[in-house]
């Protein structure tokens, strides 16, 4: 489903064309009584995600993250628990890293089948607001591309909801807040909730200290590769900057991500996604001096034609947090045009 971007005109292909194949899961156990499950997506950009097991004491797992929903993605998750030598019955406690829908598309599924207590940060909220109503958010969102020079024939596409509608299983509630201090214990010692916001309001990792693992969710990955939830809190890319300050006080030696293989070399990986904050904002700042733009206009200059109407739609979303931050920080002031949209210039 690689798409070109001159062909697109409507939303982005929905849940039939998210048919994953349920054979293609890869289990393996990182440490005893840690299992990583990596489950497949259909996006082409992000061909899997990790769910983890953590076994308890005295029996039944905590689950972490529960992948997206679509054909396919129960089967695969299933599966997978099955490789890993349980089922989904021996689910006690779901808790969700933060609210995207390859995170917790799958999850309100796991409770109905497993009747376990799930544990998710209160951010979620705004998230789960779209998956109950998703026209609101459609029309907030084609409003403010429409603003910011997205062209009329790709209106639909930036406005789409269907990656966390149609994604999700159903809205979820939680039973627990997963909130700073929030212990979860598993067979190998305590994990402690620590706030990450900023990728998403809701995000969270947990820290196991004995054992120098942190869960981190989409805070890191291997390479740096941001994407921030714009419109739902004041200033994501502040929030993101706090939260890798957050856990660079941590003692970690192997980061469990949400995509991709563990990490190591915790610090320099911390670093290397300050940095990229950084540079993303310099590239910001180098596209305002050719001339005041709007939020699509300034994606283009940054980030070229892109490969594909999501990832154009991705970069977009990005580019309008990082200009939120600076007109916050008082280095870049927004006007609006006599037509309605918005342009950007150094302050
Ligand atoms: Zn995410
Ligand atoms: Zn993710």
């Given amino acids: 489903m690689l798409l070109d971007m001159s062909l697109m005109v409507g939303p982005a292909p929905g849940p039939r064309g998210w048919t994953v194949d349920p054979s293609r899961t890869d289990v393996r ?97 705004p998230f789960f607001a779209v998956v109950r109503d998703p026209g609101a958010t459609e029309s907030a969102r084609a409003r403010r591309a429409a603003r910011e020079g997205v062209p009329e024939r790709l209106l639909a596409a930036y406005a789409s909801v269907e990656e966390e509608a149609d994604g999700t299983h159903a809205p979820l509630r939680a039973s627990h807040a997963l909130v700073a201090g929030t212990v979860l214990s598993s067979a190998i010692g305590d994990w402690l909730a620590v706030e990450t916001p900023g990728h998403a309001p809701s995000h969270v990792c947990l820290h196991q200290p004995e054992h120098r693992l942190l869960l981190a969710g989409d805070l890191l990955s291997r390479h740096f590769a941001p994407f921030f939830d714009y419109g739902w809190s004041a200033d994501p890319v502040a929030e993101y900057l706090a939260s890798l300050d957050a856990v660079s006080g941590l003692d970690v030696e192997t980061v469990l991500p949400g995509h991709g293989a563990p990490l190591q070399d915790f610090g320099a990986l911390v670093a290397s996604h300050r940095a990229g904050v950084h540079d993303r904002l310099a590239a910001v700042r180098q596209a305002l001096a050719s001339g005041d733009a709007g939020g699509y206009e300034l994606t283009r200059r940054i980030f070229g034609r892109p490969a ?24 870049v002031v927004r006007r609006e045009e006599a037509d309605g949209t918005y342009a950007y210039a150094r302050a």
């Fill in 29 to 125: 156990q990182v440490l005893p009584g840690v299992w990583c499950l990596r489950l497949p997506l259909a996006w082409p950009q992000l061909q899997h995600v990790n769910v983890w097991a953590l076994a308890r004491e005295g029996g039944g797992v905590v689950l972490v993250d529960s992948a997206m929903a679509g054909p396919g993605a129960w089967e695969a998750l299933t599966g997978a628990l099955r490789k890993a030598g349980g089922s989904v019955r021996d689910v006690h406690v779901l808790a969700l890293t933060h609210a995207h829908a390859d995170h917790v598309g799958l999850a309100a599924r796991v409770v109905e089948e497993s009747g376990c207590e799930t544990w998710m940060h209160p951010g979620a909220e």
């Fill in 308 to 331: 594909d109407v999501i990832v154009g739609v991705w970069q977009f979303a990005e580019v309008i947090a990082y200009l939120g931050h600076l007109r916050r920080t008082g280095e």
